[in-house]
């Protein structure tokens, strides 16, 4: 494997990972385990000995921190090697771009952090958290895809209209899943706020547009099988299939969790699932491009 490969590999899984870890804080009650910003304590960045807190809880919070910077320099390390290696590139400039906003997605993310703690784990800045993780997982897919030259296919127009419908929907998916999230019990502090909508009432609504998105990735499915080329069906499909896999392990897991009462494993596997899901969503985004965009194909 190259070392962009690894570089831009590595700088999508650590995105991801942070959705899982971010998770693991809320989910073992670690939201206030470093109870201020940006040091972890008073007077030290790092958990202390004998910390009010215990020392599971702020080192689970101090490790989430970590990951976010390992982020940052990867993210630094992506911008110069794009400046460096691919100005004769033709997408030289959406691939600086793209790396560019990895890094001030990571001020953005340090913000949002500071106000989370600062604000008691109130339940919109820990979604907003959330939420910015969402197109910096797909900026970092798209950096990778582009700075491998992965290939891009030209598709129908109707099969592109339907991809960005299916995308569109999987990332509304992905926010009304934070209003399900920040109106359960798990907010990583038993003192945080929690929004105020009826549980069951928003957990069936976000079931329901689940529903919705596999129904769309099918009707996709059928879509490419019945508009595209043989070429373009081989590769289309496979992602499809992929993603449907996915979103149905996901909603079966969403449901299981539900009417179990929400087990911190199940609901850390879902965490983990909606990210498989977004980034299996985002690659079908990326792999069909529009026939009226052949300036961006390569294969």
Partial sequence: MSFAAILFTLLLIFQAGLVVTGGAVRLTGSGLGCPTWPECTDGSIAPIVNQAEGPLHAWIEFGNRLLAWVIFFLAIAALIYVVRKFKSHKDYKRLRLLALLQILGFLGQVVLGGITVLTKLHPISVSAHFVLTIPLIAGALSLRRGALDKPVLLVAPVTRLLIKIVTVVGFMVLVLGTLVTGTGPHSGDENSRRYSFDERTISWIHADLVIAFVFLTIALYFVVK??????????????????????????????????????????????????????????????????????????
């Fill in 226 to 299: 019945v508009s595209e080329s043989a070429g373009n069906q081989k590769y289309l499909s496979r992602y499809i299939l992929v993603l449907l896999i996915v979103s149905l392990s996901q909603g079966t897991i969403g449901y299981i969790q539900y009417f179990t009462g929400l087990p911190i494993l199940l609901v850390g596997s879902h965490l983990l699932g909606a990210t498989l899901v977004w980034i299996a969503t985002w690659r079908i985004n990326l792999a069909g491009r529009d026939m009226t965009d052949r300036n961006r194909v390569n294969a």
